[in-house]
């Protein structure tokens, strides 16, 4: 069983939990109302626009997205009926698929990245000075390939859920 936490690791926890919850709505209410984009639907965009070619196998898109492979078709699926990507075979084999951002998503980009980036400064990277940005990118740019590494094994996952219960106040 895990330790309690501290006060001061339960203070931070929950500022944590609580304004990143906050954050992710404003920013998914904010783009939604100003562009009919997703956050889900950005960060897509933003990735293949990053990549060779604009396109990208489905399994990389989603390791890169943090998403199951289903959840990355569910979203290329949705962005294909609005002519935002499109899927193709893979010319270097045939056999894979990939996203491919279009013209129209590609524009859909660049309309919206003012709009968001505003968003992510009134909401966020205003209120930091050059110290914090310093920390919290040390700290995530740490924990983000380790959680990405991959998802707990059946066992934790069900001892995890068990003593959630238990200790219910480290998640709220």
Same mark, same amino acid.
């Given at each position: 069983?895990?330790?309690?936490?501290?006060?001061?690791?339960?203070?931070?926890?929950?500022?944590?939990?609580?304004?990143?919850?906050?954050?992710?709505?404003?920013?998914?209410?904010?783009?939604?109302?100003?562009?009919? !984009?997703?956050? =889900?639907?950005?960060?897509? $965009?933003?990735?293949?626009? &990053?990549?060779?070619?604009?396109? +990208?196998?489905?399994? /990389?898109?989603?390791?890169?997205?943090?998403?199951?492979?289903?959840?990355?078709?569910?979203?290329?699926?949705?962005?294909?009926?609005?002519?935002?990507?499109?899927?193709?075979?893979?010319?270097?084999?045939?056999?894979?698929?990939?996203?491919?951002?279009?013209?129209?998503?590609?524009?859909? !980009?660049?309309? =919206?990245?003012?709009?968001? $980036?505003?968003?992510?400064? &009134?909401?966020?990277?205003?209120? +930091?000075?050059?110290? /914090?940005?310093?920390?919290?990118?040390?700290?995530?740019?740490?924990?983000?390939?380790?959680?990405?590494?991959?998802?707990?094994?059946?066992?934790?996952?069900?001892?995890?859920?068990?003593?959630?219960?238990?200790?219910?106040?480290?998640?709220?």
């Amino acid at each position: 069983m895990a330790e309690p936490l501290d006060a001061q690791q339960q203070a931070c926890w929950r500022a944590y939990i609580e304004s990143s919850w906050a954050l992710q709505t404003r920013l998914e209410d904010d783009l939604r109302a100003t562009t009919g !984009l997703s956050m =889900a639907d950005y960060h897509v $965009l933003v990735v293949l626009s &990053e990549a060779p070619e604009r396109r +990208l196998r489905m399994g /990389e898109l989603a390791s890169r997205m943090v998403f199951s492979p289903s959840r990355v078709t569910y979203q290329i699926t949705s962005m294909v009926k609005r002519g935002l990507v499109r899927k193709q075979s893979c010319p270097a084999d045939g056999r894979g698929q990939e996203a491919v951002l279009t013209d129209e998503g590609m524009a859909a !980009l660049v309309a =919206a990245a003012p709009l968001h $980036l505003e968003t992510v400064r &009134e909401c966020f990277i205003d209120d +930091l000075d050059e110290t /914090e940005i310093a920390v919290l990118a040390r700290v995530f740019g740490r924990l983000g390939p380790r959680l990405r590494l991959s998802s707990p094994p059946p066992s934790a996952a069900a001892s995890s859920s068990a003593s959630a219960s238990s200790s219910a106040s480290a998640s709220s």
